[in-house]
């Protein structure tokens, strides 16, 4: 959402108030006139760009949900990263238009007794997309590479197979001919802290306050360090990392959006040129790799 600013008239003094608008809102209502019902908000011009950008790009999903379901393509996207780093945002503005019929969001909870005690990849083999299906993972089986090892939650010995076994199940999906993407959100430590503070406040984020949130910053080193064991083990030619800069949430989504629809064929497609991902912003696995390298013993100096 957007911040505007209405002008009121109150007893005779103009009054300023902040409010929260609906995505969109000024997508929609750019072209309407002045009049005596109409109240005048401002909002940031880039906040329009964003709205317009974003519009002109669930077209272009739309577009490519026809071709999915047309060529019985089967299209599954992972979204990791830290805690508040902007997954689920750009999940949604993703689906916002789509079938849901046609796409999917998987988000499980943490595995039961019973899973517990099955292969490993057992719980998100069904889940993967059919032909016609794009799915999308909110957190997905990397949740052995990070969340795990660092609260405790596997053995080391459990986290090093997990490792060595990534590359080869994805490797299979591919081969098998699902069209992957692996997203890795980067946000900064300080963004992620804002992120965590807003969300005491605005009471449409409090659902999302968790008591992991504060670990996230306690334990900022030990997801940094198990980062880059992920990316080192996991970031293969046929199954790379893309990685998203995102402590800007709108350029985050616009771009990892642009990411998905230039990487795959439709019919109607907008020319590529228009869906060049911003390299400020998309960065591919093997320069985060030779970052992380270059910067792992000065840990302030990592992105998340």
């Known amino acids: 959402m957007a911040t505007g600013t209405i002008k009121r008239r109150k007893k005779g003094k103009d009054k300023q108030e902040k409010i929260k608008l609906l995505e969109g809102t000024a997508y929609k209502f750019k072209e309407n006139k002045p009049g005596k019902e109409r109240v005048p908000v401002y909002i940031k011009k880039e906040h329009l760009i964003y709205e317009e950008e974003l519009k002109k790009l669930q077209i272009e999903l739309m577009k490519l949900q026809k071709q999915i379901k047309k060529d019985g393509m089967r299209v599954l996207t992972i979204f990791e990263g830290r805690d508040a780093a902007g997954k689920g945002g750009t999940i949604k503005r993703i689906t916002a238009f789509l079938n849901a019929r046609g796409a999917r969001v998987v988000a499980l909870e943490a595995p039961s007794d019973r899973e517990k005690r099955q292969w490993y990849f057992q719980r998100y083999v069904s889940h993967l997309p059919s032909g016609g299906e794009m799915v999308l993972f909110d957190r997905s089986w990397y949740n052995r590479s990070m969340v795990e090892p660092v609260m405790g939650f596997c053995s080391d010995e459990q986290h090093k197979r997990f490792l060595k076994d990534a590359p080869f199940f994805e490797e299979m999906l591919v081969k098998d001919g699902i069209r992957l993407f692996k997203f890795y959100f980067s946000v900064s430590k300080e963004e992620q802290q804002r992120r965590f503070d807003s969300r005491k406040t605005d009471p449409l984020k409090q659902h999302k306050i968790s008591p992991v949130d504060n670990l996230a910053q306690k334990f900022w080193d030990q997801y940094s360090v198990a980062k880059f064991q992920m990316l080192n083990e996991t970031n293969r030619s046929l199954t790379p990392w893309t990685i998203i800069r995102s402590d800007n949430k709108k350029r985050a989504r616009i771009n990892c959006i642009k990411h998905i629809l230039f990487h795959l064929d ?39």
């Open 266 to 304: 439709y019919e109607g497609k907008i020319s590529n040129e228009d869906l060049w991902p911003d390299p400020e912003i998309v960065i591919s696995g093997i320069d985060e790799i030779k970052h992380m390298e270059k910067n792992l013993m000065t840990p302030k100096t990592l992105r998340g």
